[in-house]
Every structure is written in structure tokens, then in C-alpha cells.
């Protein structure tokens, strides 16, 4: 019998072959034969070990390999009997380090016109060379597209780029892409060694989300390097994929990074935020409630939910929703105002701009105006409470019909209608004007009610209609002051109004909010202004800027969400490196907790993790900068009625 039939090795770490990534390197050995090895010994790199006995027989050991450079090394096993006898077996083993694949453009949360351009790249390390890279576009699940660049080891030590004009079809006229998509895409990458029986294991890189947005009455106004949760008339609120939150000046394009968070995992409730008139405060998907207060950032809670933000208060709940808590963010002071141990019903709120807070849960028939009075008494589970500072509007929902309520400044309960659905966003409160559903029998129609107290029918679709809400908005920014109603109709968004034919002006990608008087859009990292005025010219929307890779990309520049570098991450004591290992830094905890109201869970954090900027034109400034040209300018068409 011969010694590579009698000794069988396996290589515990290694996938598609013998390619071991990492700095250990595990051996398991099997001899085979009636006699008891007396040792069994193995060489790799210069390095001798002798394999331990391990289950069924075999044998194993680990050799320490950081010293090992890349490339091809024989590994050599050697088992000795009692007798004397010996017999070796041998294996190429690669110590390897995959290659990097990323997307150079488009960028995370960027919004894509219908024939989007992608530029993939594969990096590899010596002595390995890029031998494949592909990219998969996907919509919800569902492969669209694939394109793939292939070469042969040896050809070039240089990084392989694959540059897709997308979509690339023998058929123009399908599209593959449509107003409302959002996409992800997944670059693949092998690396491979000239003389090798094959390439190294496969390594992917998701990349998204991405939305497609191909509305004629969208003009791109700005966009910031990350997905926008929040945007006033001045500043744009933002977090960067890979964990940095940030808050954009829209005056000056300023950056001011405030600390990163730990990336969203799959499945879980995304990060979410709102602008103040002192900072911020962030949601994170772990949990935690963190605010930016005049340049400090600070852990509210360690695990919660938060429920409502305006001025200088917000509302935040136990994850498990049966306490919850008044939070007022220039002193820090907590105070509870719900405690239902072991509660299953939600605890909705809301804030005025003077501070009133009004909260509701299905558990109560009322709504609680805090330290005030109890409002309404109707059967049913009450959904989230809505003020505009001077009116108070509710639903009750009892399965089958939810019953909306408006209750004036002067007592008087109005009865708005009833609704076939039971979503807690089905009213709207603004300027003395209240937004309402109402079903005709058959679907949801939008209505509006006005100061005066006259009602108007805005919708009248075949499909039913609701109100384009947001986390911490809801119910307050879809009228604007003087009564036009922005609301969601299939997969278009529509304004309408008092005598005024409804109008599409977009997907339902997004959120829109009035602002001075003009209707914004945010979809992704671009802000929109939506033009409702007729263009002379109905021409294809720009998209040069897609082109061309914009300049200043780093090609290890794995976040392709704009290249944050290192002067605009000093503040928060980031490395490039720290970025691309998605290593988060997570604000330490406090001895002690800032309020007996709620305990242990709420921990201040140093201020030594606290806002700074970059300056416009350097760091913030270039950051911005290369969004924008990697954004896609929307320009005006003609204007089109559906």
C-alpha cells in the first residue's frame, strides 16, 4: 500500500479546496491500517508539529501561520508505526487572502435613473491575481440582471473592473427597471494563482439599498454621503452605511460627524432619527436612543423605542412598550408617564411645538392629554393621537372600521368618517386643516377638512388611498399651510387639494415634507425639490454625472457610500481601516445612571465622543461634494397629469 493511500489528510479550515484564510491553520489526519500510530507529525511553511490523537482515530493539530507569506506551501504528514516504520503524504495547501470586491458606483442609497451605470471592481492580493468579477442587480428578491469580466491569472496584477451600462439587453424596449424599484446589487470576485489547478473561494460584497426615481417634476437639490432620516429647512440629518450619523448644513454643505453606530442587522428595525432645535436623536437597530445636544452625544436608553420628537422634548417606551417616559434634551430629566407591567398594547404620543404631549394606548378609550384631561370615549383600540397645537384628531379602530375623531380648541368633538383601515397614519393635522380617510364603500379616499369646517373629497381612485407618513412625523407634514395634500395612490405620489385635480409628482419612494411653502422629497441620500410648474422641454433626465467614476474614489474604498477621509473622521477616532472591518465605535457607559426615573438603562457618554466638523470644502465639504456628482440630477420635463 502506498503512503498517500494509507494516510488520508483534510484541511479543517479550508472551503473549495485547499485555500485557508486566516492565521491558523488546522491539519486532521486519518491513518489508515490496523496498527496504532506512534506518531504522526506535519510540516507547513518551514514549520514542524505533531499531531494530537482526536476522535474516531484521527489525528489534529494547528500550526500558527501569520509568518507564512500568501501563495502555495506543501503540507507534509508523517506517520510512524511501533516498528519503525514511516509513511508521508503531501498536499498544496494555499494560504490566501480573498480578493476585495466592491462597487466604485453607485453608491449606497443612491437614486438611479432607468438606465443606471455600474462600476464593479475586484482588488486582489499577491501573489494572487483577479481572475473573475461579476455583478448581480436584484429588485426585492428577484435577479434582473447579471454581467461578468473574466481573465486568466497572470494576466495582469492590477485590480479587474467590470463597467455595466445597465440595462444590457438585446430588446431596448424592455425595460428591466421601473419608477419605484429598489435595488440591490452583489459583486462576486475570485482570485486565482497562474499554475493552479483553480481559483480561490468566491467572495461577495452587498451593496444597497438603491432606488429608482425617473419622475420628470423631481430637481435633485442635494445630496449627503448616506441614507437621510431627517431634513429641515437648513440641515439634513443622515447615517452613513457603515455606521458614522451625521448632520449636512444645506447652506454651506458643512459635515459635522457625531459618533457611528453599529450597522443595521438584517431583519431588524432601521435606524431612525429627527432633527432638533438643539441637534438630534437617533434610534439605533440595537435599540438604543441616542440625542445631539449643542455638541454633546448622549445615551438616553440602552434599549427602548422612540415614540415622538418636537422642540425640546421626546417620548420614548421600554422596547416591550409598558413604560414609558417624558425626556426633555437640555436637561437630561426623565419623567414617566405610563406603567403597565406586562402590557401588549402599543403606547403611541405625540408633541406640539409648545410641548404639550398626548398619548394614547389600545388598552384606554381616551386620549391622554398629559397633566390635562382625558379626550374622546369610543369603543375600539385607539391609534396613535395626532395635534397640531390647537386640535387634537384620533381613530378608533374595531376590526373592521377605524372611526376618526376631531376635537377643537373650543371642545367641540367633530366626527370625520370611517375607514377600512386600521394603520395608525390615517390623519393628518396642520394650520387649522385636517386630513382624513374615509371609505366610499369600496376603498379608502382622501379627504380634507378646513379651518372653516368645510369637508373636501381630494381622492377619488379606484384603489385606495393613504397619507405618505414617517417615523416621528406622522401626521404633520403631508398639508401644507395653505391646505394641499400630499398622499400615496398605488405606487405613485400624489397632491391634491380644495377644487384641485390630484397630480402625480413621484413614486411613493421616500418621504415628502411642505417646507417655506415648497413640497421636498427625500429618497435615499438625495434631497428633491418637486417642480409642479410646466417645463417647455420633456427631455431624458441628465445622467452624466453617472458616467464617470467621480474623483477622489479611494480603490480600497469598501463603503461605497462616498469616501469619508481621514480628517473628516478624526473627530471620532475612526480609521479608514475601522470602516472598511465595519468596526463600530460605541460610546462607553456611565457609572451610575442619569435619573432614578428609569434606572440602570440610561447612561451618559463622554463628551470626548461629541460632535466636530469638517470645514466646507475640505472633508464635509469634499464628502458632500462627490454624493453629488454621484447623485442623479432629475431634470424638469413637460408636465404630465394621471
Known amino acids: ?87 508521508t503524504a503531501q498536499t498544496i495547501v494555499h494560504k490566501y487572502a480573498p480578493p476585495t470586491a466592491w462597487l466604485s458606483m453607485p453608491r449606497p442609497s443612491s437614486v438611479l435613473g432607468p438606465a443606471p451605470i455600474f462600476d464593479a471592481r475586484c482588488t486582489p492580493t499577491p501573489p494572487y491575481d483577479c481572475t473573475d468579477v461579476c455583478v448581480t442587480l436584484s429588485v426585492m428578491g428577484e435577479t434582473k440582471g447579471q454581467r461578468c469580466s473574466h481573465r486568466e491569472p497572470g494576466e495582469s496584477p492590477a485590480p479587474l473592473a467590470l463597467y455595466w451600462y445597465f440595462p444590457w439587453r438585446q430588446d431596448p424596449t424592455t425595460p428591466l427597471l421601473s419608477e419605484g424599484d429598489v435595488v440591490t446589487i452583489t459583486v462576486s470576485a475570485r482570485a486565482g494563482l497562474q499554475g493552479s489547478a483553480s481559483p480561490g473561494p468566491e467572495v461577495k460584497e452587498e451593496v444597497g439599498p438603491m432606488y429608482v426615481e425617473t419622475s420628470s417634476k423631481l430637481t435633485s437639490a442635494q445630496s449627503v454621503p448616506g441614507a437621510i432620516l431627517d431634513f429641515d429647512a437648513t440641515r439634513i440629518l443622515f447615517a452613513h452605511h457603515l455606521g458614522p450619523v451625521g448632520v449636512m448644513s444645506r447652506a454651506t454643505q458643512e459635515v459635522t460627524w457625531l459618533s457611528t453606530l453599529p450597522r443595521d442587522p438584517a431583519g431588524t428595525v432601521t435606524t431612525y432619527g429627527a432633527l432638533t432645535p438643539s441637534g438630534a436623536v437617533v434610534q439605533s437597530s440595537s435599540g438604543r436612543i441616542f440625542k445631539w445636544v449643542d455638541g454633546q452625544w448622549t445615551r438616553i436608553v440602552q434599549s427602548g423605542r422612540l415614540d415622538a420628537v418636537n422642540g425640546d422634548k421626546l417620548v420614548w417606551t421600554w422596547e416591550d412598550d409598558d413604560r414609558g417616559y417624558v425626556h426633555v434634551l437640555s436637561t437630561g430629566v426623565n419623567t414617566p408617564i405610563w406603567n403597565r407591567p406586562g402590557s401588549t398594547s402599543p403606547f403611541q404620543t405625540d408633541i406640539t411645538p409648545s410641548g404639550d404631549v398626548y398619548y394614547s394606548s389600545y388598552e384606554e378609550p381616551w386620549i391622554r392629554h398629559l397633566m390635562t384631561a382625558r379626550i374622546g370615549n369610543h369603543p375600539g383600540q385607539l391609534q396613535r393621537p395626532i395635534s397640531d397645537g390647537v386640535n387634537v384628531a384620533g381613530e378608533w379602530w374595531d376590526g373592521t372600521t377605524s372611526s376618526s375623531y376631531l376635537f377643537t380648541a373650543t371642545g367641540e368633538e367633530v366626527f370625520l368618517g370611517d375607514s377600512i383601515s386600521g394603520s395608525s397614519g390615517g390623519l393628518l393635522l396642520h394650520a387649522g386643516y385636517t386630513g382624513f380617510l374615509m371609505s366610499d364603500g369600496a376603498v379608502n379616499q382622501v379627504w380634507l377638512r378646513t379651518p372653516d369646517g368645510e369637508p373636501h373629497q381630494i381622492s377619488d381612485f379606484a384603489s385606495s388611498s393613504s397619507f405618505d407618513q414617517q417615523k416621528l412625523h406622522v401626521g404633520h407634514d403631508g398639508i401644507s399651510d395653505s391646505g394641499e395634500v400630499v398622499f400615496l395612490n398605488g405606487r405613485k405620489r400624489h397632491i391634491g387639494g380644495p377644487g384641485l385635480e390630484p397630480e402625480a409628482v413621484s413614486s411613493d419612494l421616500g418621504h415628502a415634507r411642505w417646507i417655506d411653502g415648497s413640497l421636498q422629497l427625500s429618497i435615499g441620500n438625495t434631497l428633491f425639490q418637486v417642480e409642479r410648474a410646466s417645463a417647455a422641454d420633456a427631455g431624458e433626465p441628465p445622467i452624466a454625472a453617472l458616467r464617470a467614476a467621480p474623483e477622489g474614489l479611494d480603490a480600497h474604498d469598501r463603503s461605497a457610500g462616498g469616501p469619508l477621509d481621514a480628517e473628516a473622521l478624526g473627530a471620532l477616532d475612526l480609521t479608514t481601516r475601522q470602516l472598511a472591518l465595519h468596526e463600530p465605535v460605541v460610546p462607553s457607559e456611565q457609572d451610575g445612571a442619569d435619573d432614578a426615573a428609569f434606572g440602570a438603562r440610561g447612561e451618559r457618554i463622554p463628551a470626548g465622543l461629541g460632535c466636530s466638523a469638517g470645514t466646507a470644502g475640505s472633508s464635509g465639504g469634499a464628502t458632500a461634494l462627490v454624493m453629488a456628482l454621484a447623485g442623479l440630477a432629475l431634470g424638469r420635463r413637460g408636465r404630465r397629469r394621471s
Open 1 to 87: 500500500m502506498t503512503a498517500q493511500a494509507a494516510i488520508s489528510i483534510s484541511v479543517v479550515e479550508a472551503t473549495d479546496g485547499q485555500f485557508v484564510q486566516g492565521n491558523l491553520l488546522t491539519v486532521h489526519v486519518i491513518p489508515e491500517g490496523d496498527a496504532t500510530p506512534s506518531l504522526v507529525t506535519a510540516e507547513y511553511g518551514g514549520m514542524a508539529i505533531e499531531l494530537a490523537p482526536a476522535a474516531s482515530g484521527s489525528y489534529e493539530g494547528t500550526f500558527d501561520i501569520s509568518e507564512v507569506a500568501y501563495g502555495p506551501h506543501p503540507l507534509t504528514v508523517s506517520v510512524f508505526d511501533p516498528s519503525g516504520g514511516e509513511e
